[in-house]
């Protein structure tokens, strides 16, 4: 069973940055697949980004592109999502989630999730 913890989120002003870490229990996580997707209250959970396996793959939802960068470092176990420029409709709880091997942008394809950090941005 693979856990995962998100960290990272907070209260940032519009354009600014943040780094949400995903620290995960497993390991082989140097062959997990890593998402982010994102959800506000009263809506339907949203994709973000996935990077696969050996990183040699990314794909981010248009509202992120060139803005936001998905990673993971096999050695410490953690994924990375770096969020520049931030804008208020970026506000949401964002949930880290894994699987095996190829990244995927479709939530029910993922096998284990995390349990959320919140991102508020001000503007």
């Known amino acids: 069973q693979v856990q995962l913890v998100e960290s990272g989120g907070g209260l940032v002003q519009a354009g600014g940055s943040l780094r949400l870490s995903c620290a995960a229990s497993?390991?082989?996580?140097?062959?997990?697949?890593l998402g982010w997707f994102r959800q506000v209250p009263g809506k339907e959970r949203e994709f973000v980004a996935t990077i696969s396996w050996s990183g040699g793959r990314t794909d981010y939802t248009d509202s992120v592109k060139g803005r936001f960068t998905i990673s993971k470092d096999n050695a410490k176990n953690t994924g990375y999502l770096q969020m520049n420029s931030l804008k208020p409709e970026d506000t949401a709880v964002y949930y880290c989630a894994a699987r095996q091997l190829t990244s995927s942008t479709k939530g029910d394809e993922y096998d284990y999730w995390g349990q959320g950090t919140q991102v508020t941005v001000s503007s």
């Open positions: 497993e390991r082989t996580f140097r062959m997990l697949a």
